[in-house]
Each structure stands twice: as C-alpha cells, then as structure tokens.
C-alpha cells in the first residue's frame, strides 16, 4: 500500500486527548459522580492496595493488623475473615478467575496472590498500611521446578478458549518414521509478561441510594465489559442465571441484557490479553460493598506480574518429515506448557501449526503441568507466537537439509485449502505476501550461508511465515440518527489503544456517506448493545459488521418512513430505488428527488430514528477457513566478539483482507513486529524455583525492546477484500504482527552464525 494510503487515512480521534493528557483512562477516575444516578450522593473516593503473599504454596496462620489499622486515614484492612464471600462464576475470562477467587480462604496457592487489601483515603497511604501488614505462613513444599516435576505432567484436553488438545489427521507418527528427510528439535520458550504501560486498574462503587441498593458499578481496564458484568454479578449473587453464552444468545436475539452490574471501560492503555476479570476487578469490588464508598485500585508494575496473565513458558518437540523434494509428509507437534494450579486457558500452539502446510498427516498433543505460579494466560497472538517460532524455525532447517530457499520450501508446500477442514480459503494472498515481502526487503542478497560482514558483525537474512485467523464474533450496535442529522453509533466493545474508535466510526461514516465528524462512536459500557470481547484480533471485524447491519437497516427504515409521505418527493417510490448517502434520501434513477434525513425526522415529528445491527451469529460456521497471513523478512547484525544481535531491519508483508484505516493498521503490524522483536531477543521473566518470587518484576530488569533495540520497519500492505468472509471483507490484524517475527529472526541468527537456535529468548551466550 502507498504511503499515501496512510497519510490520508484519518488520525486516531482519540489521539490527540491521548497524547495532551486529557484522555480518560480507569486510573485518572478520581470522583465518582459522572456514574451516579440523579439524586445520589457523592461520596469520596477510597484507594486500595494488595498485600501480595510472601509464599509460593501453603497457609497463612495469622495476619498482624494491627500496625496498619493504627495508621491513619486507614479505613479497612480486608482479609478472609471480613471480606465478602463469593460464588463460584463459571463465565470465560480472560484469566484465571473462574477457577480462583480471592480472599475467600487462607490458602496460598502462588507468590504475590493477595492474601489482604488495604484501604485508605489515598493511594500513598493504602500501600504504606499495606507494608505494615505481617503475615505468619505455615508453607508447604511448593512445584516450582519445571525441570525437576515432569513427572506431574498431565495431557491437556482442552487449550484455547475451549478448542481440542490434540488435533489428528493421517498418522504422522508412522509418516514421519518413514521419512527420508527429517528434522526433530526442541525448544525451549520462557515465560514473558505483558507490561502494557497502564497497569490493571479498577474503580468499584455500590450505588446506595433507594431504589439501587444492591447495584454495583465498575470502571475497569477491560477487554469485556459485558464479560467482567457477568462474572461480577455471578460472584456477588446479583441475579446472574446463565452462562456467558447463553446470555449473549438472548442478546442476539434482542433481548436487553439486563443486569445489577454495570462496568465501563474508559480508554485503556494497552489491553493484548492481559486486561479482563482478574483479581483487580473484584478485590475493589468487594471493598467497596463493606465501606460504602467507591473503591480504587490501581495496581502497580510489581503487582501486574503476579496479577495479571502472562504467557507462560513451553517446551515444545517439533517433527517434520518430508521427501526429496522438499513437501511435507509428517508435522508432529508435542507441546507441554507451564501453567498454574488454577489457570482455565492453556496455549493453543497447534492455532495456525495445524493449518498452515498442506500436509497429509498431522498430530498435535499438549500437556501440561502446574505449578505454584499465577495463572499465565492470553498475550497477544497465544499458542500462535510460540508455535510459529517452532515451525518456521523447522522449515528453516529443512530448506537448508534440502539445499532449498527457505520461500521455495514453503510455496512447495502452500496449503491451496485448509488441510485441516479441507474447506476453501475465504481469501488467501500468501504468495503475494511472500513476493511483495522479498522485493522490498531484498530477500535477493541472502546467501544460502552468509559471507557478509560489516565490522566485527557477521550479516544475516532470515524469514518466516505469519498467520493468524479471523475471528468474526457476534456483536450488536444501535445507531441513532439525530434531527439535526449527526449519528450516534453505540456498541460496547473497548478502545484498547488500537484505533477502535476511529476505524469503526469510519464504517459508519463510509456506509452511510456522511463526513466522519458527523458520526459520534459510544463504546465501553454495558448500558450499550452487546460488543464482543476486544481480543483474538476481532474488533473491527465483529463490531464493525454489527454496525454495518446497523447502517444498512438505518437507510431502509428512513426510505420507509419517506415512501407513505405525502409530502415526500420519494413518495410511493419502490424501496430498492431509494438509496441513502450523504444523509440524503434519493431515487436511484431519477436523482432530483431527494429527500434529506433532516427532512425526513422532521415532517414525521422526530427528534431522532433509533435501529439496532446485529451480526456474526453464524461464529464459527462459515463454508470457509478464514485466516490472515504474512511474511515476514528480518536482517540481523551479530556481534563476533560479545554475541549482541541487533535486528536492522525488518519487512512484514501482510494480506488481511480489506484495511479499514491504513494509518492505524500499519501502528498495530508494526507494535507486533517490535514485539516480535522482544519474544526473540529480549523478554523473560524469571522466577525463583525456591520461593516462586517473579525477580525481574519491574520494567529496568524485564527487558523490553526499547527505540534503540526496534529496527527500521517496513509494513506492506497486500491488497485483498475478504468478501466471501464477510460483507465487510475485512480479517484481523491486531495479533497476526507478532507471529513469525521471532522465527524470522532466528533463522537470520542461523544465516549469519550457523548457529541454530531454539531456545527463546535467544542470548548472547547462546549466540557465542
Ligand atoms: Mo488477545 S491475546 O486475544 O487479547
């Protein structure tokens, strides 16, 4: 795509109260009246914060207060003796909340679980009392050695978000024993955590006034604000019958969603699975039903490490075999991931492995085992990262057994259907994707082992395959055309930080013709219609359909409205004639019969027109495989001496469908692909196997690809319009950036050094 495409696509309309401060995000809440009802009283805000545990498995035998509790402008120290007990929820989340919540016993089932909640009149305070507090532990030989516990794995049914453990097609076991060429290794990938820049943050208040006892409202950096409303008002009792799905089903079909529970998401710095239904979410929450008054907790950097989800570690064994001439006849993917004792989500790292190649047989198997750790849980691309590091590694090691270009290689194996489901692609534009990546990159000079030098650093090219799939998932929107023609468009899903706001609005604006500030977007609050989930890549696809179906149902409702009017030009017109752009009602052939929506409104005594979209019901039956893909191109520098790799530069080339806002797309590749640089180089969180302590829980010691570790990057477009995914053509790109990027890298480590590397994040001790 030119870089005009993106020069004139629109700025983020949320940016510029981003970027001077003004942008409300759930830490800036500091008073809570803009969410009270008429009437109520406002009552200052508290500020919380965790007492984390000193333990990685056992009891605690006594908490002493005492010291906190005389501190003053201490308001209550919450513990399991007086906290608010809770129901079990049984809701997906994102983290490991429906199979733990907390301060509901004394147990410790990991370091840094909060074991009492401080609150105070302010911030300062609360963490002071909080370091007051001493807990006497009665600790039990805790699983923190992943080395030494192996005999505690068990195989995993489930990964993902409910999808199958072990995926199987031919018998890959007996292909590959059989295979002339062959290659089987072993990774080994660390644990990382997210950092997003905001922190887990949440403000809870239980409204008091007559008539609203018992309702509770929640600002939160959410992912899911309907999904944090359920999962709150099935652990406080407030009425919750159903699962999560079966309330969205009654959604689809209309019905309000009718809930004690109202959460908001302001904007949200940074959300990549991290951000939904932890502790944080409910630890203020229960505060707030004993004190009365809104209740803050901001966690700080320290405390999202053992709080909030992170990817977990994996050791993953990967088979290839193939013939002579390089196609595929065996992958055997057996994946065993570290998790904890009560994480409900475990990588699916077969995602994409499973759909990529067309190969015959296929076997995919995860394990897993637990430790006495937090839950790790979704981080952007999950089961994709670390699965296409291990397969485009794999390939990369094939092509060089065989003597072939790595981009051969794969286009000898290009998967013409999904090998999985044997169903066709919705639209497929890999081989454009590798071309278009190799031109710009100049792919041309690599040598199959590089000769090229530059200084003490030795030069290397590497490349590798990105995909991600499509989610479509259901979502609804309301749109509300005003009389003085300006459009409110609702629907509840999140901006976090990927330029939500602006490229839904732009649906709205391009299906209706009318100048984007003509369009007012509402998100982020359960008192909206239902938005899915703001995760796997699904936003603007999802949500942005919903509205489409809105827009669509809009124009028709109004050319309704206008034909039974007497006074309307458009009187007694057929409805396919009436077209509706520009917010003008207009006859299709006989262009000077207009009718302007104003007009319209006005003449039928209007003040507004209200329609509701709903789409993606079909989630996941659609007559197509759906996916995005890419490529992606890495250049490195390796130093001979010290083994310091810098990555120089990088090219993605990617195909995801129709690009709603070139601008913001191209900042969400190019965050993955800086990210991809971090899952290669960089990120690792370490933990102590004798007291389960993350070590490295702050941003100076997790290190994360900082200006001066992000190479030059190219993002390239391929152009592709998904209509047989959807009508609005578009796939996700929020995830697909990252993926391959780490494979890229070490490929080009191996073609610069001849060192082949499996074991991320890849170190200059490794390199040496
Ligand atoms: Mo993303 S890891 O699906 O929020």
């Known amino acids: 795509m030119p870089d005009a495409a993106i020069n004139n696509a629109p700025v983020r309309i949320d940016g510029h109260a981003k970027i001077t401060g003004q942008g409300l995000y759930t830490g800036d809440v500091n008073c809570f009246d803009r969410y009270l009802h008429p009437g109520e009283a406002v009552r200052p805000m508290l500020h919380a914060a965790v007492v984390p545990a000193g333990i990685a498995f056992g009891r605690v035998l006594h908490l002493d207060t005492a010291a906190a509790q005389r501190l003053?402008?201490?308001?209550?120290?919450?513990?399991?003796?007086?906290?608010?007990?809770?129901?079990?929820?049984?809701?997906?989340?994102?983290?490991?909340?429906?199979?733990?919540?907390?301060?509901?016993?004394?147990n410790v089932r990991y370091h840094g679980q909060p074991i009492a909640l401080v609150v105070a009149q302010t911030p300062e305070i609360a963490r002071e009392a909080a370091m007051l507090i001493n807990a006497t532990y009665s600790p039990q030989p805790a699983l923190l050695d992943f080395e030494r516990n192996l005999d505690k794995v068990k195989p995993?049914?489930?990964?993902?978000?409910?999808?199958?453990?072990?995926?199987?097609?031919?018998?890959?076991?007996?292909?590959?024993?059989?295979?002339?060429?062959?290659?089987?290794?072993?990774?080994?990938?660390?644990?990382?955590?997210?950092?997003?820049?905001?922190?887990?943050?949440?403000?809870?208040?239980?409204?008091?006034?007559?008539?609203?006892?018992?309702?509770?409202?929640?600002?939160?950096?959410?992912?899911?604000?309907?999904?944090?409303?359920?999962?709150?008002?099935?652990?406080?009792?407030?009425?919750?019958?159903?699962?999560?799905?079966?309330i969205?089903?009654?959604?689809?079909?209309?019905?309000?969603f009718d809930s004690a529970v109202r959460v908001i998401a302001p904007l949200i710095g940074g959300g990549f699975g991290s951000k939904g239904?932890?502790?944080?979410?409910?630890?203020?929450?229960?505060?707030?039903?004993?004190?009365?008054?809104?209740?803050?907790?901001?966690?700080?950097?320290?405390?999202?490490?053992?709080?909030?989800?992170?990817?977990?570690?994996?050791?993953?064994?990967?088979?290839?075999?193939?013939?002579?001439?390089?196609?595929?006849?065996?992958?055997?993917?057996?994946?065993?991931?570290?998790?904890?004792?009560?994480?409900?989500?475990?990588?699916?790292?077969?995602?994409?492995?499973?759909?990529l190649y067309a190969?015959?047989?296929?076997?995919?198997?995860?394990?897993?085992?637990?430790?006495?750790?937090?839950?790790?849980?979704?981080?952007?691309?999950?089961?994709?990262?670390?699965?296409?590091?291990?397969?485009?590694?794999?390939?990369?090691?094939?092509?060089?057994?065989?003597?072939?270009?790595?981009i051969e290689l794969r286009l000898r194996n290009y998967a013409e259907v999904d090998p999985e489901s044997g169903k066709q692609w919705s639209s497929k534009s890999l081989r454009e994707c590798y071309a278009q990546g190799a031109e710009h990159f100049g792919w041309h000079r690599r040598q199959a082992r590089s000769t090229e030098h530059q200084g003490e650093e030795r030069i290397g090219y590497g490349m590798a395959t990105a995909a991600y799939p499509t989610n479509h998932f259901p979502a609804t929107a309301r749109l509300i055309l005003h009389a003085d023609g300006t459009v409110v468009a609702q629907s509840a899903t999140q901006e976090i930080g990927q330029g939500a706001i602006t490229s839904l609005s732009q649906v709205v604006a391009t299906e209706l013709a009318l100048p984007l500030d003509r369009i007012r977007l509402e998100i982020g609050d359960t008192t909206l219609p239902f938005g899915a989930f703001s995760a796997g890549s699904s936003t603007s696809l999802s949500v942005g359909s919903a509205l489409r179906v809105a827009a669509q149902e809009l124009?028709?409702?109004?050319?309704?409205?206008?034909?039974?009017?007497?006074?309307?030009?458009?009187?007694?017109?057929?409805?396919?004639?009436?077209?509706f752009q520009g917010g003008?009602?207009?006859?299709?052939?006989?262009?000077?019969?207009?009718?302007?929506?104003?007009?319209?409104?006005?003449?039928?005594?209007?003040?507004?027109?209200?329609?509701?979209?709903?789409?993606?019901?079909?989630?996941?039956?659609?007559?197509?495989?759906?996916?995005?893909?890419?490529?992606?191109?890495?250049?490195?520098?390796?130093?001979?001496?010290?083994?310091?790799?810098?990555?120089?530069?990088?090219?993605?080339?990617?195909?995801?469908?129709?690009?709603?806002?070139?601008r913001t797309a191209r900042s969400q590749?190019?965050?993955?692909?800086?990210?991809?640089?971090?899952?290669?180089?960089?990120?690792?969180?370490?933990?102590?196997?004798?007291?389960?302590?993350?070590?490295?829980?702050?941003?100076?010691e997790a290190h994360v690809p900082t200006n001066a570790d992000a190479p030059d990057i190219e993002v390239i477009f391929v152009p592709e319009d998904d209509t047989r995914g959807s009508e609005l053509g578009a796939k996700g790109i929020g995830e697909i950036g990252i993926t391959g990027v780490s494979a890229a890298i070490a490929n080009a480590i191996h073609n610069a050094t001849g060192r082949r590397l499996r074991n991320l994040p890849i170190t200059a001790e490794q390199v040496l």
């Open 72 to 106: 003053p402008g201490v308001r209550l120290v919450m513990t399991p003796a007086n906290a608010p007990r809770l129901k079990k929820i049984r809701s997906l989340l994102m983290s490991e909340q429906s199979n733990y919540l907390p301060l509901q016993d004394d």
């Open 156 to 246: 995993a049914k489930k990964v993902g978000a409910g999808s199958k453990g072990e995926v199987k097609r031919g018998d890959a076991e007996a292909a590959f024993a059989t295979a002339p060429i062959k290659v089987d290794a072993h990774y080994e990938l660390q644990p990382a955590h997210h950092n997003a820049i905001e922190p887990g943050a949440t403000v809870a208040y239980w409204h008091a006034h007559d008539g609203l006892a018992n309702r509770l409202t929640v600002v939160s950096a959410t992912q899911f604000v309907y999904g944090d409303a359920v999962a709150l008002g099935e652990a406080f009792g407030l009425g919750v019958k159903d699962k999560l799905p079966r």
């Open 248 to 256: 969205v089903a009654q959604v689809l079909v209309g019905k309000e």
């Open 277 to 355: 239904g932890a502790n944080h979410t409910m630890l203020p929450a229960m505060a707030a039903k004993l004190l009365g008054h809104p209740v803050k907790l901001v966690l700080t950097r320290q405390d999202t490490f053992s709080q909030m989800p992170y990817r977990g570690g994996a050791d993953i064994r990967l088979r290839l075999g193939a013939t002579p001439d390089g196609k595929l006849t065996a992958l055997v993917q057996e994946s065993l991931l570290q998790s904890s004792e009560t994480a409900s989500f475990l990588e699916p790292t077969s995602e994409v492995t499973q759909h």
């Open 359 to 406: 190969v015959p047989n296929f076997h995919a198997t995860h394990k897993v085992l637990r430790l006495n750790t937090n839950s790790p849980g979704w981080m952007r691309a999950p089961g994709v990262t670390p699965g296409q590091f291990v397969l485009e590694t794999a390939m990369d090691e094939l092509a060089e057994q065989l003597s072939l270009d790595p």
């Open 555 to 579: 124009a028709e409702r109004l050319a309704r409205i206008a034909r039974v009017d007497k006074a309307s030009p458009l009187y007694l017109c057929a409805l396919k004639d009436i077209t």
């Open 584 to 662: 003008v009602l207009a006859h299709r052939i006989e262009s000077a019969r207009r009718d302007p929506a104003t007009a319209v409104l006005s003449r039928a005594g209007r003040e507004s027109l209200e329609v509701k979209g709903i789409a993606g019901r079909t989630f996941g039956k659609s007559d197509y495989a759906r996916m995005a893909f890419g490529a992606q191109f890495a250049r490195v520098a390796v130093n001979e001496f010290t083994g310091s790799v810098r990555v120089t530069h990088m090219t993605g080339a990617f195909a995801a469908g129709r690009i709603l806002n070139a």
């Open 669 to 700: 590749l190019l965050g993955g692909m800086v990210w991809g640089v971090g899952h290669a180089l960089l990120e690792e969180s370490l933990r102590d196997i004798r007291l389960g302590a993350w070590v490295n829980a702050n941003l100076a």
